[in-house]
Structures are given as C-alpha cells and as structure tokens.
T-cell receptor
C-alpha cells in the first residue's frame, strides 16, 4: 500500500504570492492533519480534517486555509506569503481522528 | 498550555551501545499520549514508540523502550544496541486524548551513531 503522498516535494515562491500544497492519505484513512516545521524546530499543528470537516485548528493566521475532498485527499492553501512561511509542510493521515498518525515526506516551501 | 522540552540538542553514541534521550513536558491534564518520532534525512516522521498516560507499564518496541515517569512529567527514550540506521533527529511529542491530532513537539535531539 502507498503511504501518505505529498506534492510538490519542493516549491519556490516570492513574497505576496499564493501557494497550494496537496496531500493524499493512506487508503482507508479519513483523517488528514497538516503541520509546519520551521528549520531547527519541531513540527507545529496547523489543521485537522476528518470526514471533510475541520476538526482542529492551530495558532496560525487566516492566510492559512485547507479543505478535504470526498476522496479524503486534502489541500493546504497559504495566501500573501511571507518570508517566515518558509518551512517544511508535513501532512499526516490516520484512520480516525485520534489514531496513530502516518506522515508524508513533506513539501519544502521557500519564500524569497 | 502544553509544552515539550528536549534539553539535549545533539547526542552521539557508538554502534552497539545504549543511549538515552531525555524529554520533559508540562500539562495539567491526566489523559494524554506521549510519542517519540524519528526524522531521518528523508524528512519523513516515523513513529518509534507511543505511550498512553493511563498505562503504568512502560512501552517497548524491539530495541526501543521508554521510561515514563508521570508524576515527574518525564518521558525518556532508550535505544539499545544502537545501529547506524538510528542516526536521525528524534522528536518527543505530546497529545491530549480527543484533541484532534494537535500534537505538540519538542525541538528535537540530533542523534549520531558512530561506527
């Protein structure tokens, strides 16, 4: 079975632009969570979606948004990019909302 | 607010020896999970071990075991018979039960296993 897949693997944007990151969960997993990992730090929780509904939101500005599709894949959108948004964005899936998380390899976003 | 502290930014160990990584956390909750994740250069976070706070018995997974001291809010990871493939960043994490996968991570410990 394929693991959690994320695309693209790397992305370079300039300040003020918009970006969309994509995540496909493991087959049968209905929960997707997004984390931001800044260099030298541990990941920080951004969102959780379960059964296409937002179930949790971390301390991030409204420039960050996400959604989950009927096939349980998910998109993370970030508007008006800032230099500080440069980070590794990790997606994780689980069968249900509080079960063991399986992480993808992330999307490395660089904002210039 | 829940916080996780890993006081050892870097550690090294000789192959086949044992190493212990430290983690402390702060919470007023009584029901939660604790985790150790490994992040190799591939960047994928890999679950090493999970502990439920309501269980007194320390979790073990092959060469990996934890020392969970609930009263002291301490959760250390012991790696026995260290292997070169254990070289990675190790993150300690905390999550309240029924809290929507809002997992709080420490800053990580970079472990190097030397041949």
């Amino acid at each position: 079975d394929a693991g959690v897949t994320q695309s693209p693997t790397h992305l370079i944007k300039t300040r003020g632009q918009h970006v969309t990151l994509r995540c496909s969960p493991i087959s049968g997993h209905k929960s997707v969570s997004w984390y931001q990992q800044v260099l030298g730090q541990g990941p920080q929780f951004i969102f959780q979606y379960y059964e296409k509904e937002e179930r949790g939101r971390g301390n991030f500005p409204d420039r960050f948004s996400a959604r989950q599709f009927p096939n349980y894949s998910s998109e993370l959108n970030v508007n008006a990019l800032l230099l500080g948004d440069s980070a590794l964005y990790l997606c994780a899936s689980s069968r249900r909302a509080e079960e063991k998380l399986f992480f993808g390899s992330g999307t490395q976003l660089s904002v210039l | 607010a829940q916080t996780v502290t890993q006081s050892q930014p870097e550690m090294s160990v000789q192959e086949a020896e044992t190493v212990t990584l430290s983690c402390t956390y702060d919470t007023s909750e009584s029901n939660y999970y604790l985790f150790w994740y490994k992040q190799p250069p591939s960047r994928q976070m890999i679950l090493v071990i999970r502990q439920e706070a309501y269980k007194q018995q320390n979790a073990t997974e092959n060469r990996f075991s934890v020392n969970f001291q609930k009263a002291a809010k301490s959760f250390s990871l012991k790696i026995s018979d260290s292997q070169l493939g254990d070289t990675a960043m190790y993150f300690c994490a905390f999550m309240m039960i029924y809290n929507n996968n809002d997992m709080r991570f420490g800053a990580g410990t970079r472990l190097t296993v030397k041949p």
